[in-house]
């Protein structure tokens, strides 16, 4: 089965900063790739679906790139809102597996 | 407006079973595939299983061993988990999720809480 990495597993970063979040796929996944954002206590956010694709009524300051084995979520400049922990997943298969992870937290 | 309730969850002892129910409303119930997902307590995201819209198609994360079975009622707009011979590491909350037109998970329920313990 597929396996899903992510780095950093902790990022700490200010208002502002840009921030890059990597997730890697133990083998290609086309871009069968999507990004979500979940905040203590509720369910996870769907931001980035086809490893590119913002979602509706998601703001620009998220874009995702990437294909095959290697992808990024990137957040232009980092707002309160976006303090968050952050997970990939493939999908579209006979298994969807997520990365374990990233939190954002505040410097 | 699309809608996912989760209900079910509870208390239930290493070696029982429990049967999770996911209402869904606010869309062609139908027309989508759906999912479940699972959380332990202060952990990741981890993927259980999947549906596809006329049952045709399930799967299930290897770990799992056969002990959950996925099923929906379309007459009903309703998604199940059947759980058996349950673990203390099934502890979690479990969301139901719907498949999108660009086939991620786009709409996700509040959750249900099941806790396996003596």
């Known amino acids: 089965d597929i396996q899903m990495t992510q780095s950093p597993s902790t990022l700490s970063a200010a208002v502002g900063d840009r921030v890059t979040i990597t997730c890697r796929a133990s083998?290609?996944?086309?871009?069968?790739l999507a990004w979500y954002q979940q905040k203590p206590g509720n369910a996870p956010k769907l931001l980035i679906y086809?490893?590119?694709s913002l979602e509706s009524g998601v703001p620009s300051r998220f874009s995702g790139s990437g294909s095959g084995t290697e992808f990024t979520l990137t957040i232009s400049s980092l707002q309160p809102d976006d303090f968050a922990t952050y997970y990939c997943?493939?999908?579209?298969?006979?298994?969807?597996?997520f990365g374990p992870g990233t939190k954002v937290e505040t410097k | 407006e699309v809608h996912l309730l989760e209900s079910g969850g509870g208390l239930v002892k290493p070696g029982g079973s429990l049967r999770l129910s996911c209402a869904a409303s606010?869309?062609?119930?139908?027309?989508?595939?759906m999912n479940w997902v699972r959380q332990a307590p202060g952990k990741g995201l981890e993927w259980v299983s999947s549906?596809?819209?006329?049952?045709?198609?399930?799967y299930y994360a290897d770990s799992l061993k056969g002990r959950f079975t996925i099923s929906r009622d379309n007459a009903h707009n309703s998604l199940y988990l059947h759980m058996n011979s349950l673990r203390a590491e099934d502890t979690a909350v479990y969301y139901c999720?719907?498949?999108?037109?660009?086939?991620?998970?786009?709409?996700w329920g509040p959750g249900t809480l099941v806790t396996v313990s003596s």
């Open positions: 083998q290609s996944i086309s871009t069968w």
């Open positions: 997943q493939h999908y579209n298969s006979y298994s969807q597996p």
């Open positions: 606010g869309f062609t119930f139908t027309r989508n595939s």
């Open positions: 549906i596809d819209s006329t049952s045709n198609y399930i």
């Open positions: 999720a719907r498949d999108g037109p660009a086939v991620a998970m786009d709409y």
């Open positions: 086809e490893a590119s």
